[in-house]
């Protein structure tokens, strides 16, 4: 069974074999952190950024999910919730973002990982969730088609270039 959790220790293993699996295709490492206590750290730091109070700083809170396989303990995607409509959220980011290790693509777990955050934020009683997609993602944007994702428009400018898309909850099977 799939499902999501919040870093921990026991992750360690499997996030680092997740970040070279990133970094062999040459896309950059989740964590990005190497080592125990490096690890550690990033923890840490994924505790903070989850904190409403980031907003006082004038950055989106964001939470941190692993998709976790029960049979055997790996990591087979990360997943963002942002719960709060900042500037970053309703422009370029949306509230959730995931990603998928490149030897765990095609099979399902995007789309499973989105709809277990989806659910995580219409349970959150948030009534709108936006996502963003980079523009040449296709996989990405199927993904969130696929899930009924409505496009509402692009969002461009010198840094981004994305498609917007919504999730109403009433119109989503929670």
């Known amino acids: 069974m799939l499902k999501l959790e919040k ?5 360690f293993k499997s996030l680092m074999d997740a970040d070279r699996d990133f970094e062999s295709v040459g896309e950059e490492a989740y964590c990005g952190m190497h ?9 840490t730091l994924v505790d903070r950024q989850a904190q409403p109070e980031m907003a ?20 087979k995607g990360f997943g963002q ?25 095609g099979q399902g ?11 995580e934020g219409f349970r959150r009683d948030m009534e709108e969730i936006l996502l963003t997609c980079d523009v040449d993602n296709d996989a990405s944007r199927h993904i969130i088609e696929k899930a009924g994702g409505v496009f509402i428009g692009f969002y461009k400018d010198k840094k981004y ?13 929670v």
Not at 62 to 70: A, M
Not at 83 to 100: D, K, R
Not at 161 to 173: A, D, H, L, Q, T
């Open 7 to 11: 870093p921990r220790m026991k992750h």
């Open 35 to 43: 080592g125990r206590v490096g690890y550690m750290s990033w923890m």
């Open 56 to 75: 006082d700083y004038g950055e989106s809170p964001n939470e941190i999910y692993f998709l976790v396989d029960d049979a055997d303990g790996e990591i």
């Open 81 to 105: 919730l942002r719960p709060m409509n900042t500037q970053e959220v309703m422009t370029w980011a949306g509230h959730i973002g995931y990603s998928v290790p490149p030897r765990f693509r």
């Open 109 to 119: 777990y995007a789309k499973r990982l989105l709809d277990l955050l989806l659910r």
């Open 161 to 173: 270039n994305k498609r917007v898309y919504s999730f109403i909850k009433e119109e989503y099977p």
